[in-house]
């Protein structure tokens, strides 16, 4: 009996608590208090206020952000999750603006083909028929100028075949100093008549020069025939390569012949710097770029925006020099192209395109081929008011100058001044007329 008045006790003390309190509710966010509390046998037990219920979620929701910040990171994956959400928040922040009602909206990623872009791609331009060709069209357009080229001269073209079609340029040097070889002792011995035949099926024949393309129209453009002939000890006859008698009498063609092959280089498309002119425009350090100025893919490309977190975890990780190099060139060969503007005296735009790797030189060429006056000096500075100097033997992309730049351009002072002293003033217009009427409007 006494039990049970004890657990009646216990109860109705538990009733006349008040409503009760969730775990994960703050310590100072309790439900208000009834201004009249009943005695728990008269009057049944209340559920939490609506007041209560809000006071409580958003004491719930103030834990929920609290609680990532308040552990700390424990490893470098938490690390990296934690400066990726910081980052996202960061660029939402920056990007949104505010819209006619004053609230922010936030513009959704441009992709290739949503806008303007600064340039439409990479073109090039074919050395042999002078065509224009994109950048996926380059390596087919020149196989097919060279084809078409066997008819008009079969050994300049075989010679291009051997040295462009052929990737491996150990084993296309191996091939070619081998037809020298077979050359020279025809050169050397012409009444040998073992030096006049090449057999087929000779292991360094196959080797060496039977798996190059371009080089079986070689020999035959300059005066080998296939012949069949007999071989001492063996029933079948083999086929082998024949000099004829017409090129036999002509050593010192196939001297030069020999020349050519030796120092031919590979037939590559030239890039087309594809020269624009823009009027003045306050986009002009604005440049919308299409993959094909990226040495990257376009998951490589999307990813770009999480560099900066990893510059952040790399800097928690101690590196030796070895490491910073490789990370370096890494850098460095990141982008293929570049796309340049220069900003004239007069506000107007320069553009064209080029190689990451290639050197200031390449830039003061084009720039001084665009202008009126290409005999005066001149200076290009870029952003920051670094000075680019001509005969520094730095590319582009060592100067940061990938994939896109703008650059100012302004005469040599000292020049200017002698200029004006002799009482003459130099002539407004900066680039060459048929540029000038060529000019565009920056979109």
Same mark, same amino acid.
């Given at each position: 009996?006494?039990?049970?008045?004890?657990?009646?006790?216990?109860?109705?003390?538990?009733?006349?608590?008040?409503?009760?309190?969730?775990?994960?509710?703050?310590?100072?966010?309790?439900?208000?208090?009834?201004?009249?509390?009943?005695?728990?046998?008269?009057?049944?037990?209340?559920?939490?206020?609506?007041?209560?219920?809000?006071?409580?979620?958003?004491?719930?929701? #103030?834990?929920?952000?609290?609680?990532?910040?308040? #552990?700390?990171?424990?490893?470098?994956?938490?690390?990296?999750?934690?400066?990726?959400?910081?980052?996202?928040?960061?660029?939402?922040?920056?990007?949104?603006?505010?819209?006619?009602?004053?609230?922010?909206?936030?513009?959704?990623?441009?992709?290739?083909?949503?806008?303007?872009?600064?340039?439409?791609?990479?073109?090039?331009?074919?050395?042999?028929?002078?065509?224009?060709? #994109?950048?996926?069209?380059?390596?087919?357009?020149?196989?097919?100028?060279?084809?078409?080229?066997?008819?008009?001269?079969?050994?300049?073209?075989?010679?291009?075949?051997?040295?462009?079609?052929?990737?491996?340029?150990?084993?296309?040097?191996?091939?070619? *100093?081998?037809?020298?070889?077979?050359?020279?002792?025809?050169?050397?011995?012409?009444?040998?008549?073992?030096? @006049?035949?090449?057999?087929?099926?000779?292991?360094?024949?196959?080797?060496?020069?039977?798996?190059?393309?371009?080089?079986?129209?070689?020999?035959?453009?300059?005066?080998?025939?296939?012949?069949?002939?007999?071989?001492?000890?063996?029933?079948?006859?083999?086929?082998?390569?024949?000099?004829? /008698?017409?090129?036999?009498?002509?050593?010192?063609?196939?001297?030069?012949?020999?020349? @050519?092959? =030796?120092?031919?280089?590979?037939?590559?498309?030239?890039? *087309?710097?594809?020269?624009?002119?823009? @009027?003045?425009?306050?986009?002009?350090?604005?440049?919308?770029?299409?993959?094909?100025?990226?040495?990257?893919?376009?998951?490589?490309?999307?990813?770009?925006?999480?560099?900066?977190? /990893?510059?952040?975890?790399?800097?928690?990780?101690?590196?030796?020099?070895?490491?910073?190099?490789?990370?370096?060139?890494?850098?460095?060969?990141?982008?293929?192209?570049?796309?340049? #503007?220069?900003?004239?005296?007069?506000?107007?735009?320069?553009?064209?395109?080029?190689?990451?790797?290639?050197?200031?030189?390449?830039?003061?060429?084009?720039?001084?081929?665009?202008?009126?006056? *290409?005999?005066?000096?001149? /200076?290009?500075?870029?952003?920051?008011?670094?000075?680019? =100097?001509?005969?520094?033997?730095?590319?582009?992309? /060592?100067?940061?100058?990938?994939?896109?730049?703008?650059?100012?351009?302004?005469?040599?002072?000292?020049?200017?001044?002698?200029? @004006?002293?002799?009482?003459?003033?130099?002539?407004?217009?900066?680039?060459?007329?048929?540029?000038?009427?060529?000019?565009?409007?920056?979109?």
């Amino acid at each position: 009996m006494k039990k049970f008045f004890q657990e009646i006790k216990a109860d109705i003390k538990f009733k006349s608590a008040g409503p009760g309190q969730k775990l994960t509710d703050s310590v100072g966010e309790k439900a208000p208090k009834e201004k009249s509390q009943q005695p728990a046998l008269r009057q049944p037990r209340q559920g939490p206020t609506d007041e209560a219920q809000m006071a409580a979620a958003a004491a719930l929701a #103030r834990l929920e952000q609290k609680q990532p910040r308040s #552990r700390g990171p424990t490893s470098q994956d938490s690390i990296r999750n934690q400066v990726r959400k910081e980052l996202q928040a960061e660029a939402t922040s920056s990007s949104s603006s505010p819209d006619a009602s004053g609230t922010k909206t936030v513009p959704e990623a441009k992709e290739e083909g949503s806008g303007p872009l600064a340039v439409t791609g990479v073109y090039f331009t074919c050395p042999l028929t002078g065509a224009t060709l #994109r950048r996926d069209q380059r390596d087919t357009g020149i196989k097919e100028a060279i084809m078409s080229h066997f008819t008009k001269d079969p050994v300049a073209a075989s010679i291009m075949k051997i040295h462009t079609f052929n990737r491996d340029r150990d084993r296309v040097k191996l091939g070619v *100093d081998t037809i020298a070889k077979y050359l020279d002792n025809i050169h050397l011995h012409p009444e040998e008549e073992k030096y @006049r035949k090449i057999k087929l099926q000779n292991k360094v024949f196959q080797e060496r020069i039977n798996c190059l393309e371009g080089t079986h129209e070689f020999l035959e453009a300059i005066g080998f025939q296939r012949v069949l002939l007999p071989v001492p000890d063996q029933e079948a006859p083999e086929e082998f390569y024949v000099l004829s /008698e017409a090129a036999l009498a002509q050593p010192e063609s196939l001297e030069r012949l020999k020349e @050519r092959l =030796v120092g031919a280089e590979p037939v590559r498309a030239q890039l *087309d710097r594809q020269r624009r002119v823009f @009027r003045p425009s306050a986009r002009a350090a604005q440049f919308d770029l299409p993959t094909d100025f990226f040495n990257l893919s376009i998951e490589e490309l999307k990813r770009e925006q999480r560099l900066r977190s /990893e510059a952040v975890e790399r800097l928690s990780v101690l590196r030796t020099k070895a490491m910073r190099e490789k990370e370096e060139q890494r850098e460095l060969r990141k982008y293929t192209y570049t796309l340049l #503007r220069v900003r004239l005296p007069d506000g107007c735009l320069l553009q064209g395109t080029f190689y990451a790797r290639e050197r200031m030189s390449a830039l003061y060429q084009f720039v001084r081929e665009s202008l009126q006056s *290409d005999w005066l000096p001149f /200076e290009l500075v870029a952003s920051g008011g670094h000075k680019l =100097v001509e005969g520094e033997n730095l590319a582009f992309n /060592e100067c940061g100058l990938v994939p896109s730049a703008l650059l100012t351009f302004s005469w040599d002072a000292a020049v200017l001044e002698d200029i @004006r002293a002799a009482g003459t003033e130099l002539d407004s217009l900066v680039l060459k007329p048929e540029l000038l009427e060529a000019m565009e409007k920056l979109s």
